[in-house]
T-cell receptor
């Protein structure tokens, strides 16, 4: 089955700096890569996703890049703000009837 | 439009007791999922359903059973609770399993403690 590795597990940045979280996966047939944000005590919510036919997608301060050859994708947050502090999960969906496999999460702390 | 709801929000069980967690969605989604979330482990899939009357095992199905008698509801049962089942349980739903509509919408979670 699919194996998803997410790094780092914790990340602290100064407000205004950029944050990058990376995930690697094992199934070359995987074709959908979402990122979820989970604030403390809340439910996970989708913040951005990318499909395998696209190399990069951007939404304001958030971007995701995908390298299918190397089987990794990354979340980029620019101009970080305190409200970006949360746990971020990557996930991978393969072309078969297999639901999403999640990474173990990255706890991002933005220090004001 | 409430989205995905879960009941109860909190529950404390004694070892060996049973309980059922209810998930309901009002988005007419075909696909529903049950996850458990433990510290440092991310979200792990317990069971899922690809439509009314169907269920399938996920990554960590042991000790749990599920039923999808109605399209809008997905029930998770613990027949004999164990302390290892202490966790936060999230239900989710999606309209598709691939392509557009794959986004999973999560419920607010149920915090279960087994003593």
């Amino acid at each position: 089955g699919e194996n998803v590795e997410q790094h780092p597990s914790t990340l602290s940045v100064q407000e205004g700096d950029s944050a990058v979280i990376k995930c690697t996966y094992s199934d070359s047939a995987s074709n959908y890569f979402p990122w979820y944000k989970q604030e403390l005590g809340k439910r996970p919510q989708l913040i951005i996703d990318i499909r395998s036919n696209v190399g990069e997608k951007k939404d304001q301060r958030i971007a995701v890049t995908l390298n299918k050859t190397a089987k990794h994708f990354s979340l980029h947050i620019t101009e970080t703000q305190p409200e970006d502090s949360a746990v971020y999960f990557c996930a991978v969906f393969s072309s078969g009837n297999t639901p999403l496999v999640f990474g173990k999460g990255t706890r991002l702390s933005v220090i004001a | 439009n409430a989205g995905v709801t879960q009941t109860p929000k909190f529950r404390v069980l004694k070892t060996g007791q049973s309980m059922t967690l209810l998930c309901a969605q009002d988005m007419n989604h075909e696909y529903m999922y049950w996850y458990r979330q433990d510290p440092g482990m991310g979200l792990r899939l317990i069971h899922y359903s690809v439509g009314e009357g169907t269920t399938a095992k996920g990554e960590v199905p042991d000790g749990y059973n599920v039923s999808r008698l109605k399209k809008q509801n997905f029930l998770l049962g613990l027949e004999s609770a164990a302390p290892s089942q202490t966790s936060v349980y999230f239900c989710a739903s999606s309209s598709h399993l691939a392509g557009d509509g794959t986004e999973q919408y999560f419920g607010p979670g149920t915090r279960l403690t087994v003593t």
